[in-house]
């Protein structure tokens, strides 16, 4: 049995207690929580700690497969200038090097004190590490493809890889990758397995503004780089106000979805989300956005409007590190008016909502296992992370 103790308990349900403890047995279920209402006394076998307990994170947005692109991409190119490059150097390594860098970010994140990922799989390369790893995978194969006529072969390829997944008990649903990158048909196909399979779905929301340029008026950087490739870009049927507008008649609004990035969201379009999908959560990866877009979405706005937000670190193609404090510092720097405890339940109980999780992580609660992180150099006079703040893992 484990008791541990620290200056402030952050509960992760914006509750906080002073001087609380935390009983958790081998398992690491918590059985007890205590309110000592500030006044510690000496108990057996309890380990004080000099600064702030929370809950595991939740990282709602990765790549692990692209993490051998550390370094490799050039910065601020915008999302087409991005994928121009992603494209030619993916696959430049041997899957066994690709799995090297994989199997190290996933350690890493652990470390810095992740305990679940909602991870995007094109491939099967990362089963073997993930079916052997301390975190929890919420695996999103991704399928794009804007031929219609390819539309059946490469939802059958995504469904081929989830069975890989599953076959070593681990959770996957397929997904579309982004509105501009799939036909009518693929969309169609995902819908009805994910009605039939009750999936979670993903996909990356407004990352770049030629995004909203290409449905509204198939215009932009975006419609030029896909012209360019030689696509048929009939495949948008029609004008929409926005991007969002555009593909959400295409989703199963009933899912748990995830709305990745957001970075060029307008109220209107949250409003509009918020309005039309039953169970939505808002997933930020602001130093992703600021490596590729070197924008950050409306994070006040979406404050006020929106009901779940979560945080993800995207892949190490568009970022130095997946840390979830990280990022939690970059809306911190840009935002310093969100106050801690709002910002750690985006990093912990919101994305464990957001991946179905939240019976069991996400939160300091008797009976759930949410893995706990202490964080010292924390600054107790603004009752707040800094750059000086560093995390481990107590359990
Ligand atoms: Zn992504």
């Known amino acids: 049995m484990y008791k541990f103790s620290a200056n402030y308990i952050y509960l992760g ?10 009983k958790l047995n081998q398992d690491g279920e918590v059985t007890e929580i205590v309110d000592t209402k500030g006044v510690l006394k000496e108990e057996a076998g309890m380990q004080f700690y000099g600064g702030v307990i929370v809950p595991g994170f939740v990282n709602t947005h990765c790549h692990l497969e692209l993490s051998h692109l550390r370094g490799e991409i050039t910065k601020h190119t915008h999302l087409h200038g991005f994928i121009k490059e992603l494209q030619s150097k993916r696959k430049q390594l041997s899957i066994e090097e690709i799995q090297k860098a994989a199997q ?7 470390a810095a004190g992740i305990v679940a990922v909602g991870d995007i799989s094109n491939d099967a390369y990362t089963i073997a590490i993930k079916a052997s790893s301390s975190i929890k995978y919420i ?30 008990n681990l959770t ?15 969309f169609e196909l995902i819908k009805k397995n ?31 780089m896909f012209s360019s490739w030689g696509l048929d870009m009939n495949y948008i049927e029609h004008f929409a106000e926005s991007s969002l507008k555009y593909y959400a008649p295409k989703m199963n609004k009933k899912s748990r979805t995830l709305l990745i990035h957001n970075t060029f969201t307008k109220a209107s379009d949250i409003e509009f989300a918020e309005r039309e999908f039953e169970q939505l959560s808002w997933a930020f990866c602001p130093k992703a956005n600021l490596y590729i877009e070197n924008k950050l979405p409306d994070i ?3 404050r006020e409007k929106a009901t779940n937000i979560c945080l993800g670190t995207d892949s190490l193609a568009s970022n130095d590190n997946l840390s979830i404090v990280d990022e939690m510092l970059e809306i911190q720097k840009a935002f310093p008016q969100i106050p801690f405890t709002e910002l750690l339940q985006w990093a912990t109980i919101n994305g464990a ?18 893995g706990l992180n202490l964080i010292s ?14 995390l481990s893992v107590l359990i």
């Open 300 to 302: 006040p706005l979406f």
């Open 194 to 224: 994910s009605e039939k399979e009750n999936s979670i779905l993903s996909i990356h929301n407004q990352e770049t503004a030629s995004e909203d340029d290409l449905f509204a008026k198939k215009k932009g950087e975006l419609f030029e």
């Open 353 to 370: 909502k957001a991946l179905g999780l939240e019976q069991t992580l996400g939160s300091i609660e008797v009976g759930k296992k949410p």
């Open 13 to 22: 349900t914006g509750e906080i207690l002073k001087y609380g403890i935390i």
């Open 377 to 390: 150099g924390f600054d107790f006079t603004n009752q707040t992370i800094s750059s000086a703040s560093k």
């Open 104 to 110: 190290t970010a996933d350690k890493r994140m652990r």
């Open 172 to 186: 996957a649903f397929v997904v579309p990758h982004a509105p501009y990158s799939l036909s009518k048909k693929l």
């Open 139 to 168: 695996n999103f194969i991704e399928t794009f493809g804007t031929n219609i006529s390819k539309a059946e072969f490469l939802f059958s390829e995504a469904k081929k890889i989830q069975k890989e997944f599953t076959k070593k």
